[in-house]
């Protein structure tokens, strides 16, 4: 399974940025996705996830009322649009999927098996 995220780069606090992760090597419909996001010197954690068919989001107290999830199945891609940024959003984004089996997994717990190669959200005051 191969994740490719983009979309991240320099914003001022109170903007916006999409975050857009391709995926490829197995059936993406079946499966659930995620992003994590990392800061200096703290650990990985988990932002937002989405099931199969987007009928199903959780999010993390931080981000709720200000990022959505959300997939496209026909092209295998799962965005995260952020909005009302904040200093302390920033950190690497990772796109997250789960181990291949079981399909059709729940998305709380979220267990990743597959990372993409991250990107930088610097968020300015």
């Known amino acids: 399974v191969q994740l490719q995220a983009s979309g991240g780069g320099l914003v001022q606090a109170g903007g916006s940025l999409r975050l857009s992760c391709a995926a490829s090597?197995?059936?993406?419909?079946?499966?659930?996705m995620a992003w994590f996001r990392q800061a200096a010197g703290k650990e990985r954690e988990l932002v937002a996830a989405i099931n199969w068919n987007g009928a199903a989001t959780s999010y993390a107290g931080s981000v709720k009322g200000r990022f959505t999830i959300s997939r496209d199945n026909a092209k295998n891609t799962v965005t995260l649009q952020m909005n009302s940024l904040k200093p302390e959003d920033t950190a690497t984004y990772y796109c997250?999927?789960?181990?291949?089996?079981?399909?059709?997994?729940?998305?709380?717990?979220?267990?990743?098996?597959?990372w993409g190669q991250g990107t930088l959200v610097t968020v300015s005051s």
């Open positions: 090597g197995r059936t993406f419909r079946v499966y659930a």
């Open positions: 997250a999927a789960p181990p291949d089996k079981p399909t059709f997994s729940t998305i709380y717990p979220f267990a990743a098996d597959y």
